[in-house]
């Protein structure tokens, strides 16, 4: 119950915040400055190669897809089309595409999306986006190199497309992404790296590499009176401390917080009032490999469930920066179960699963870990003792980012602790457990339920939206009895801000990624930034 | 003075090639590959066929002997190959980070030299004294302090209590922005260049050659620059050369840390993310970097001291 309560006045106080900037009055001019989190550099300006978040800030600034994610109402919406008819079939789409024109004066028009769309699924550029289109009709064939374009794909007119899917999935939870931008089918593929040219509110004036990318207002922006803003600079810091003294000192105007960093601005009155949170989706895990026989047993892993006090776990290692996990899907993800109870830390019934099972003696197994401080080695040393308690030896497995993914995807772990992606779409992310999913995709443990993929199967075949978010959440419900995960939590992403920016929205999907075009800064900003 | 700089330049090829076969080998071991590096942030669920067409794309497939080949045949021809994570020449990932690293090693290499070398010679002019102990404790400090510590109180103090400079970021042609980290990374080789000034002096002052200027009344200011200081800076200047070689690939932990785009934080980001061409043209850099700036140290001794012959 506490859980739920938390995780309701954490979006209640995220959807309020964003209620109140948005009842203000935007001003125009001033520079935004932002800094996100990340470690790692910006890779590339072309996002259709690298999949990489911090890449994806960048371009959500400068490009724009069929559809964008709305954030108030947490589903995807048209973007560069002003309607869609839907056949009886349910497969077909027909857009009307809205007038729009490219950073270098070219219009907008239909076969600007069959460009990008063929561009992406083309096997012989290799693209990582690709993804995105695979379920339009015809992209299995031009992967496999039997078809040399999309088929699925018909220009009408110039400002007519047709899209035909395979199944009854809704595109716009794959063609919402920033990783199927539409591109410019007459601008040069080469310099999209570096001198990217897309259809977004801000366009490129300047990249250092490793530094910064600084962007300016596009002026024919599709969107009359946005961006409000006249510049924006994005930077990359991985250093939380350091990022801490620069948002202090007033060098940036918006940061994402770690634990540590949390716990102190909400100490401070005049920091804790610019805070905006939000639980994101994404579901950190311990993932049990069947090849273990005791995890072949679910009672072993409902004990695991038990044995271990999460909510402990989040308050005083992640500062409470993360909501304790009740299943697969995240709270904001719109097939999560409000009523679904999460499991109740209790070791005496977990030794009870262990006995019935047959493991009274105890079990023991490695996790596999990187460093992250919130779902890495720190955690699995957290649940060592809990674990103990209930006859289960655990031990660390310590290794890289890159190395935790190689020991997955070759089936080389015992059970791994991760960050995986949950949402927003629950059908595409419930799939990761479908039997037919291989474990190279995203079924790192190999789930294969009956009755779990029959529920898959009859939501994906399922036209009425209501009546498939119905079986998803059954779909859900199940996952979390079989267990096939230990669910600790969905990370609760935290951004502080300046007193003077206004429009920052809690976007559930990445609180990096924001809807540039509606930030402002109102007349109390510093000298700098006017 | 040509041929020792053709011949120094042909000494470097083996140390390239071995270079470029370590790392190669190291990378063909260690587990882990860019294209489970595309997985590692747990939110890509990039398909089966468009791993296996990234696979064909980067000659991923081929064994490990062809890709060497392949590689050190490109190499002859200044060819450093494709980054797999841009998909750009690896020579245009490498060009815009080159000019950050060597004004960032060269900033604190002056910071180093300015401040170490005469806090040295003062030291040694008066040996045991309290400036003496001072700057020698403050020398041993400086080489044991972590430079991650050290930066940020730097950015505490000199951003954020007193104003005076900005906390991080490089903006091309901003000396304020270069300053913290150049002393950041700095301080470790100033304290190391305070101490050898201080030994040479030391080492010089009681050779026979500035007792007998002294007893044929050369003036005290004159014995120092003529003679101490002569004879001091050869040792000065090879420490300098180690340490301003090395600085590059030092500079790691500060560039990360100061959001610097130099060449080794673009060496990290491409180790997690396996970028193995980038890695290995950000390693030549460095290699290349050293063996340049001590065949220039090789080249200045022969100024400095003319007993010494480079020919």
């Known amino acids: 119950m506490l859980t739920r309560l938390s995780l309701m006045a954490a979006l209640t106080l995220a959807t309020a915040t964003s209620a109140l900037a948005q009842a203000e009055t935007p001003q125009q001019g001033g520079k935004f400055v932002f800094m996100a989190p990340y470690a790692s550099s910006i890779t590339s300006l072309d996002i259709t190669a690298p999949p990489h978040t911090q890449d994806e800030i960048v371009a959500s600034a400068i490009n724009r897809s069929l559809y964008s994610w709305n954030v108030e109402e947490g589903k995807p919406q048209l973007e560069l089309a002003e309607s869609v008819e839907r056949s009886e079939d349910g497969k077909t789409y027909t857009y009307k595409l809205r007038e729009a024109t490219f950073h270098n004066g070219a219009p907008f028009t239909a076969d600007d999306v069959l460009y990008s769309y063929n561009r992406l699924a083309d096997p012989a550029k290799a693209l990582t986006g690709a993804e995105k289109v695979l379920g339009i009709a015809g992209a299995a064939e031009f992967q496999a190199g039997t078809a040399d374009h999309l088929s699925g794909l018909r220009k009408i007119d110039d400002r007519t497309i047709e899209i035909t899917m395979t ?276 079924n790192y443990v190999k789930f294969s339920n009956p009755e779990f993929d029959a529920l898959l199967d009859q939501a994906g075949a399922e036209a009425d939206p209501a009546a498939q978010l119905e079986l998803l959440k059954q779909a859900n419900n199940l996952l979390q009895e079989e267990a096939p995960l230990w669910f600790f939590n969905y990370n609760k992403a935290v951004m502080a801000y300046q007193p003077w920016v206004h429009g920052l929205k809690p976007n559930a999907v990445e609180l990096a990624i924001q809807d540039y075009e509606d930030i402002w800064i109102d007349d109390s900003a510093p000298a700098s930034r006017k | ?197 201080r030994a040479g002096v030391l080492d010089v002052m009681n050779a026979d050659f500035v007792r007998t200027a002294r007893a044929k009344g050369v003036s005290e200011p004159r014995l120092v620059r003529a003679h101490i ?26 560039e990360k840390l100061f959001s610097w785009p130099g060449i080794g934080s673009l060496l990290v980001d491409s180790v997690a993310a396996r970028d193995i061409p980038v890695v290995q043209g950000a390693v030549l850099v460095i290699v290349l970097w050293f063996l340049i700036i001590n065949m220039l140290v090789d080249l200045a001794y022969a100024l400095i001291d003319p007993r010494i012959k480079v020919a």
């Open chain 1, 167 to 442: 199944d009854l999935t809704d595109p716009g939870w794959s063609l919402m992404s920033n990783f199927a931008p539409i591109y410019s089918k007459d601008y040069p593929e080469e310099q999209l790296a570096s001198q990217p040219m897309g259809l977004g509110p801000f366009k490129l004036a300047n990249y250092i590499p490793g530094a910064r990318v600084e962007l300016e207002r596009f002026e024919d922006f599709y969107e009359e009176g946005k961006p409000h803003l006249d510049r924006l600079d994005i930077m990359l810091m991985g250093e939380a401390a350091a990022r801490d003294v620069a948002f202090r000192n007033g060098e940036i105007d918006a940061s994402i917080l770690g634990p540590v960093q949390y716990e102190a601005y909400r100490a401070e009155p005049q920091l804790a009032d610019h805070i905006l949170e939000v639980a994101e989706v994404y579901t950190r895990n311990i993932g049990f490999n069947p090849n273990v026989e005791a995890f072949q047993d679910k009672r072993v892993r409902q004990a695991i469930n038990h044995a271990i006090d999460k909510d402990l776990i989040v308050s005083r290692l992640l500062k409470d920066k993360a909501f304790p996990a009740v299943s697969w899907l995240p709270v904001s993800s719109p097939a999560f179960d409000q009523t679904a109870e999460p499991y109740a830390f209790d070791p005496d019934r977990a030794k009870e699963l262990l006995t019935e099972a047959g493991y009274g003696d105890g079990l023991s197994f490695s996790v596999t870990a990187t460093p992250n401080e919130s779902w890495g080695v720190p955690i699995v040393e957290a649940i060592i003792p809990m674990l103990a308690r209930v006859g289960v030896t655990v031990t660390a497995d310590p290794v890289e980012g890159s190395v935790l993914s190689d020991k997955i995807l070759s089936d080389n772990f015992q059970a791994f602790i991760w960050s995986n992606s949950s949402g927003p779409d629950p059908l595409t992310y419930l799939r990761c457990f479908h039997s037919a999913t291989p474990q190279s995709a995203c």
């Open chain 2, 1 to 197: 003075m040509i041929g020792f700089i053709v011949r120094r330049t042909l000494q470097m090829i083996p140390t390239i090639l071995a270079v470029v076969l370590i790392i190669f080998f190291i990378f063909s071991v260690v587990p882990g590959s860019f294209l489970t590096s595309l997985m590692a942030e747990g939110r890509n669920m990039t398909n089966a066929d468009t791993l296996a067409h990234l696979n064909e794309q980067f000659g991923l497939n081929d064994p490990v002997p062809v890709r060497l080949w392949n590689y050190v045949t490109g190499l002859l021809q200044f060819d450093l190959g494709i980054s797999y994570r841009t998909r750009e020449p690896v020579t245009s990932v490498l060009a815009p980070r080159l000019w950050p690293s060597v004004q960032l090693a060269l900033a604190a290499m002056t910071f180093a030299a300015v401040v170490g070398i005469p806090l040295g010679f003062l030291a040694a002019l008066r040996p045991g004294s309290l400036f003496d102990g001072v700057t020698m404790v403050t020398a041993v400090s400086g080489l044991s302090v972590p430079e991650f510590w050290l930066g940020l109180l730097l950015m505490y103090v000199f951003a954020l209590q007193l104003g005076w400079l900005p906390s991080f970021g490089y903006q091309p042609g901003s000396l304020r922005h270069l300053i913290l980290p150049a002393i950041a990374l700095g301080v470790s080789p100033m304290a190391l260049l305070a101490r050898t000034t």
């Open chain 2, 229 to 254: 200081t002569r004879n001091v800076l050869v040792l000065v200047l090879t420490t300098m050369g180690l340490q301003i070689g090395s600085l590059m690939g030092q500079a790691i932990v500060i």
